[in-house]
């Protein structure tokens, strides 16, 4: 396949999903009826889908995955130009604007050495733009582990960060013997909630100091867990065993199999 396909040929593509867009708004009685908030939750799935895709590494799904997204971003524009208030031509205009100011070591006359200039300049940027907070970007909806992430990349472009993984380290290490002394002294659920907390906000930091995302971490985990467990399932029905009768020894060499394959 061509890895860039001619700016004309992709200009109709694009056009040709807008022209689809408008005869199904008009002839389709499921797209007609559809609205933003009926949308939401299917576009916070597709994006789901996506990120799975991307996990696998499965390119044709992620080609897939990716077509369903800009799907959605052309049916909000669809409905924002029936109510008058936008549609994909301000959107587009608009990002288009955005990122030009936004990248001015490209399209100005700053200088930037590595990333984190970048980052920095794009976080000052938007607080000229009238933003409080550079945490006022952080979607509230988002799940609590990506929120963290978040949050604590916003607050490192504008320098409030550690110096060293080793710092980050020493306070994964603190906050664990602080969960364990309240754990151990029969301290209230809240405490314990807080400490647990604060437990889980100092690893996704370490995550991010060593280079790992700790929801892509987690999410290979969790397929992992799933992919043993299930072969242990397995095995356990073919020879007419239930998981609830048997002993945990007797699990584990089934676990131990499949951490084998």
Known sequence: MEKNKPMNEKLAAFGRLLQIMDELR????WDRKQTMESLRHLTIEETYELGDAILDNN????????GDLLLHIVF??????????FDIVDVCNQICEKLIIR??????????????????????????EG??????????S??????ASRIQDK??????????????????QEELGELKSEVESGAAHEKIEAELGDVLFSVINYARFIGVNPEDALERTNKKFIKRFQYLESQ??????????????????????????
């Open 155 to 172: 607050a490192r472009g504008v320098g409030f960060d550690w110096d060293k993984p080793e710092q980050v380290w020493e306070k994964v």
């Open 76 to 85: 909000y524009s669809k409905i924002g130009s029936e109510t008058g208030d």
């Open 142 to 147: 988002l799940p609590a582990m990506v929120k």
């Open 103 to 128: 990248h001015p070591h490209v399209y100005g006359d700053t200088a930037v050495n590595d990333e984190e200039d970048v980052k920095k300049n794009w976080e000052q940027i938007k607080l000229k």
């Open 236 to 261: 356990a029905r073919e020879k007419g065993l239930k998981l609830s009768d048997m002993t945990l020894d007797e699990m584990d060499v089934y676990w131990n199999e499949a951490k084998k394959l």
């Open 131 to 140: 933003k409080k907070s550079v945490l006022e970007g952080v979607p509230r």
């Open 59 to 66: 390119l044709p799904e992620i080609r897939n995955e990716l």
């Open 26 to 29: 008009e002839k389709c009685p």
